[in-house]
């Protein structure tokens, strides 16, 4: 999946998406000199200022894409660098803030997720993650639905790739997982982000920068255009063609802090 990651496409809501990035941001306390860790750092912009907000020595951004981490190497020097990783699969130790804003969701098990990027941390170390929470919107529901449609559902194997939608757990869910394994303090909340698009259109451009990244991947190229025309078409008969449209998009929010 990360070669089918387009930063371009991604970044053409970067103010849109950043609203989160910001308000998790700000639950973060700053560790000077510390080590920090940024999952799923994208293009590198948002890690630079988690960096600073920090104060930290250290900071290591990684990413699965080539094409997100070929725009983040702008940001390296002065203790931020970046590497191609996998968040299943890193293993790093006395991190004194993981960071993760719209990554976690890529990777399945939360419970088992938080119980390992438990074990990075330092002690009095903070865990800070931000997951969308829109599985139920018709902009995230209708994908899956044209997935078991033909031609694509013998092209996907007769499996849809939202499998990163049923990852996220519900807010509770978090706030019990976080209290099982120690946290001393911790704030989690869902939040609605509401975001004026220019019209109903818009939103088949946001979700081809993100949700519908793995039908990029498993579909040949025509026939994923073919996928995201359909797409289109189902979303538009159910949401209607307004202009503007205003995109009502929930966000869980989570932050710990350990002994």
Known sequence: MSDAWDPSQYEQFQAQRRMPFDDLLAMVAPVPGGKVLDLGCGTGSLTAELHRHC??????????????????????????HFERADIAEIDRRDIDVVF???????????PALLGR???????????????????DHPSHR???VVAAEEPFATALGGRGRDEHLRAVLAPDAYAEALDRLGAREQHVRLQVYGHHLPG???????????????????????LYEAFVSR????????????RPYFYAFKRILAWARFA
Request: net charge negative; glycine share 8%.
């Open 55 to 80: 104060g930290a020595a250290e900071t290591l951004g990684v990413d699965s894409s080539e094409a997100m981490l070929g725009q983040a190497a702008a940001h390296t020097g002065e203790g931020l």
């Open 231 to 242: 797409y289109s078409e189902a979303l538009e008969a159910e949401l209607g063609s307004q």
């Open 142 to 144: 209708l994908a899956a």
């Open 100 to 110: 993760a804003n719209a990554s976690l969701q890529w990777v399945p098990d939360h």
């Open 200 to 222: 109903t259109a818009a939103v088949v451009e946001w979700v081809r920068g993100t949700m519908l990244t793995p039908y990029r991947a498993a579909l040949e190229p025509e």
């Open 117 to 135: 990027l438990r074990t990075m941390l330092a002690t009095r170390g903070q865990l800070a993650f931000q997951v969308p929470a829109n599985a």
